[in-house]
């Protein structure tokens, strides 16, 4: 359970920056002049875009998309975090009434 948390949490932290470097992205390509040549790379591959409101309309929906899925994980992490924490009590209560009952 402890590795799901972390990994969530890591799958949580890279989405996070994946959609910040998307919200910088978007500013920059809408502050730049009309009539300026701008480049899309995917992959290896670089090549031009002719269309610049479709590359920014295609940009906020990947962003869309990732914020959906970063506050599906963050319910998910806490989700786990709250059986965790179930768990750890439930454990440290039999714990305690076995050592209880050893006691007397």
Known sequence: M???IEQTATQ???LDVKVKELERTLKELKEVPDGTEIFKNSGVVIYRVQDRQK???ELEEQKELSEIRLKTLERQQKSLEDKYKELEDSLRRTYDEQRKGKSS
Do not use: A, H, P, T
């Open 2 to 4: 402890e590795l799901q």
């Open 12 to 14: 949580r932290y890279q």
């Open 55 to 57: 590359l920014i309309s």
